[in-house]
């Protein structure tokens, strides 16, 4: 008596990646409805089985479908975009937040989360693990895909293209989740960044709606060893022991990277059931590390494994984040028993089911499971010859020799998505077309935008755009002529407002083309007795000064725009990239003045370790309008001539021109 099933494949290689490891060499798997129904012999199968479709899969594996652990999928379209001369933070602040800040809109998050699908299922990949913007649209995409997914709405305490402030972006993650959480295949969630970018609240919030709605919590954990640092010197606790404290493992937890773990961090994870989903490709190409995959798996974490965002990949190839995790252990361990390729890809299927919570349904052919299925060709010159003596061998083949490209078909729930490599739920080229569309786009944004100085600056933000005028007159002067200005500045014409002294490193970037400007990274220390004593940090987009037609070798530039540089000099250095680099370390006296009712600043400068090393006068003032700025540049004239400076002594150059044309 035959029992009636949808579909039976049958004669492959059936890796069960079971509990106990069970390899069939000539075997066979039955489906009915989105399940398996049994595993085992083709022999076996057939004689209980009658199916309304038998696939044949000879010469191919049949595997569980593999599992991406942590992805951003709508990144697809921002692959390729930054070359890799930039440290994450120049990177993320860089380059991916303005310009998701600029370009990233529902349509956005749909069509990249459709290339995305397509990518992932062509080569084998049936569920994955997501956190962005706009994830309702990553859910719709992956939906319509065929594919199994977790999709984490990404909250963050800055503002982001989706929610102008975290509250918004919490109350966006709690709809997402109400609207789609009885969703056979897709559970929606909540995706705290990372400790970093977040709050103790926003962990806490984002912990009770996961508790709410039974669905895990997805975060980032110690990435970088930066990272690591920071955290223990402003939380007094890893970011693993941060997230502990703050409630994000008192539900399920897929924790992205983990690169950092410390010992303690990994009996944590184990005790507290907590999924980690390190990243290999994107770990590597960011020089973040290499996570303790065989220590992590030795103290029973479950382990999975992701590809990251296509941004820092760039690919979505499971095959090839398997292939990383089985040799970087053993490349940094000096022992090639360390991480067998069963255990490397059980990353990807069984452990991998269990990192992301999911082991019920998915990540072994067993009976009972969810049919997510792939079959793998092994029948190419990169698979040839085959030895079977051992079950073991297969393992070798499909963590070592097979590829991606190798993939011939894929089934989710029991549905075929990819038949005889076709994706049967979308059109490719239609896909590909759509993300070429926005990718030109950026592409016009980021060409003008590495022209223009005033926009690289503005997309890091925090500038306040001042289009002001400065009319400027420098001498060199002689002790004499200081005591000339300090009995000037006893005027009764003239009022002091304020007078202070201070140290001031100046570094700045020049480019070949000078008509871009320049950037001045101002350290600025006050140091007269009872001065506040913090230091500022300033950056500053200055353009080309333009020679007035005043007397007295005035200058007169315009257009800087300034703002509190928040960033290290080594990320402005590598986010704007100068043909030059210049240091002026300088003492400054300063005065401001008001003389005829306008302000104006008056320097007394000594540059330190320079052969022109002055002392300099400089007398400034600066104003919105150009008549105003007239006005001013005669009122300069009259201070010069009261402190007795002459024509000779002046100097037209900028601190910053002096030494390199003298
Ligand atoms: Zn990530």
């Known amino acids: ?45 057939q004689a209980r089985y009658s199916a309304n479709q038998v696939i044949d899969c000879t010469d191919c594996a049949i595997l569980p479908g593999l599992i991406n652990g942590h992805a951003h999928v709508p990144m697809s379209l921002l692959r390729g975009m930054v070359s890799d001369y930039q440290q994450l933070d120049v990177w993320l602040f860089g380059y991916m937040f303005p310009v998701e800040g600029q370009f990233v809109t529902p349509a956005f998050s749909y069509i990249g989360a459709r290339l995305s699908c397509a990518e992932m299922l062509r080569s084998g990949t049936t569920t994955f693990v997501d956190m962005y913007y706009y994830e309702e649209e990553v859910a719709r995409a992956a939906d319509e895909s065929g594919m199994r997914a977790i999709c984490g709405q990404t909250v963050l305490r800055m503002p982001s293209p989706d929610a102008p402030s975290y509250d918004v972006g919490i109350e966006r993650a709690r709809r997402f989740i109400e609207q789609w959480h009885t969703h056979d295949r897709i559970i929606p969630t909540i995706a705290p960044h990372a400790p970093y970018t977040c709050t103790d609240h926003i962990y806490h919030e984002a912990m009770e709606l996961c508790a709410q709605f039974g669905v ?31 409630g994000a493992f008192d539900v399920p937890c897929i924790a992205a990277h983990c690169v950092h773990a410390t010992e303690d961090d990994i009996v944590l994870l184990r005790q507290r059931g907590v999924g980690v989903v390190p990243c290999p490709s994107s770990n590597l190409k960011l020089a973040s590390g290499v996570a303790p995959y065989d220590r992590l798996i030795k103290a029973g974490v479950h382990t999975g494994l992701g590809t990251d965002g296509p941004a820092s990949n760039d690919d979505q190839d499971m095959f090839a984040e398997i292939h990383l995790a089985a040799m970087l252990p053993k490349g940094l361990g000096g022992d090639p028993m360390i991480m067998p390729a069963r255990d490397a890809l059980s990353l990807a299927t069984s452990r991998g089911a269990q990192a992301i919570h999911l082991d019920h349904l998915i990540g072994s052919l067993v009976p009972g499971k969810r049919a997510d299925v792939i079959v793998v060709e092994l029948n190419h010159l990169h698979s040839a010859p085959r030895y079977t003596y051992s079950p073991d061998t297969i393992y070798s083949h499909l963590v070592y020799s097979v590829h991606s490209s190798d993939v011939r078909d894929v089934l989710v729930d029991g549905r075929m998505i990819v038949e005889n490599r076709t994706l049967l739920t979308m059109d490719e080229r239609e896909v590909m077309a759509q993300a070429q569309q926005i990718a ?3 592409n016009v944004f980021l060409s003008s935008r590495e022209e223009n100085l005033l926009d690289k600056i503005l997309a890091i933000g925090g500038v ?33 407002t304020k007078t202070s002294e201070r140290m001031q490193y100046d570094t700045y970037f020049l480019f070949h083309k000078r ?31 333009d020679q007035g037609e005043y007397p007295y070798a005035m200058l007169l530039s315009r257009a800087r725009y300034t703002a509190r540089a928040s960033q290290t000099l080594r990320f402005y250095r590598e986010y704007f990239h100068p043909d030059h680099e210049t240091e002026i370390e300088k003492h400054r006296r300063r005065w401001r003045i008001l003389y005829k009712n306008k302000d104006f600043a008056i320097n007394i400068d000594d540059l330190v370790g320079r052969q022109d090393n002055g002392p300099f006068l400089e007398i400034k003032g600066r104003t919105w309008g150009r008549r105003d700025a007239d006005e001013r540049a005669t ?23 002096l030494e390199r044309e003298g």
């Not at 595993?39 to 076996?44: H, I």
């Not at 919590?217 to 890893?238: G, M």
């Not at 009122?635 to 402190?643: A, M, N, T, W, Y």
């Open 1 to 45: 008596m035959h029992e009636q099933v949808d579909k039976l494949l049958i004669n492959g290689t059936v890796v069960t990646m079971d509990a106990a490891a069970t390899v069939y060499t000539q075997g066979a798997v039955a489906i009915r409805g989105r399940d398996i129904v049994a595993v085992g012999e083709v022999a076996d199968l």
């Open 440 to 442: 030109d786009q950026i």
């Open 515 to 545: 008509e871009r400007g320049r950037i001045r990274i101002r350290e600025d220390r006050r140091i007269d007795p009872g001065a506040r004593m913090d230091t500022k940090y300033t950056i500053t987009l200055m353009a080309e000064a």
């Open 216 to 246: 895990p919590l997805i975060t980032h954990l110690s990435e970088t060893s930066r990272e690591v640092q920071e955290s223990r010197a402003e939380r007094d606790a890893t970011p693993i022991g941060y997230a502990n404290r703050v």
């Open 464 to 496: 306040q755009q001042a289009e002001i005028f400065e009319i400027q007159v420098k001498a060199r002067v002689t002790s004499a002529d200081i005591e000339r200005v300090e009995a000037m500045l006893r005027d009764p014409a003239i009022r002091v």
């Open 635 to 657: 009122l300069i004239g009259e201070l010069l001539e009261r402190c007795g400076i002459r024509a000779e002594q002046l100097v037209k150059q900028e601190y910053v021109e």
